[in-house]
């Protein structure tokens, strides 16, 4: 069984910045690929970003390309989100993901991001 726990999540101004912390339970941190995604009201949950077992690849929805860095420590089991010139649209609760061997997914509690403009 693997826990996530996020933090990091909180209120804003447009042009401001966020860094989102995901920690892992479990002894195989460093074998999975790690995730974020988010949901915002009455909108489906949709992709941000991603970064491989290996923490060497990573992939960005276009509408945050350049604006956040996904990046992983596997000594402390963490991944995180910088989230830098923030905007309005960015507002959702934000999900940290994994998939393990079978295909099983796990999912954090989420982590509320609120961007005033």
């Known amino acids: 069984q693997v826990q996530l726990v996020e933090s990091g999540g909180g209120l804003v101004q447009a042009g401001g910045s966020l860094r989102l912390s995901c920690v892992a339970s479990g002894r195989t941190f460093d074998s999975y690929y790690m995730g974020w995604l988010r949901q915002a009201p009455g909108k489906e949950r949709e992709f941000v970003a991603s970064v491989r077992a290996s923490g060497g690849s990573t992939t960005y929805a276009d509408s945050v390309k350049g604006r956040f860095t996904i990046s992983r420590d596997n000594a402390k089991n963490t991944v995180y989100l910088q989230m830098n010139s923030l905007k309005a649209e960015d507002t959702a609760v934000y999900y940290c993901?994994?998939?393990?061997?079978?295909?099983?997914?796990?999912w954090g509690q989420g982590t509320q991001v609120t961007v005033s403009s």
């Open positions: 993901h994994t998939v393990h061997y079978g295909g099983v997914q796990y």
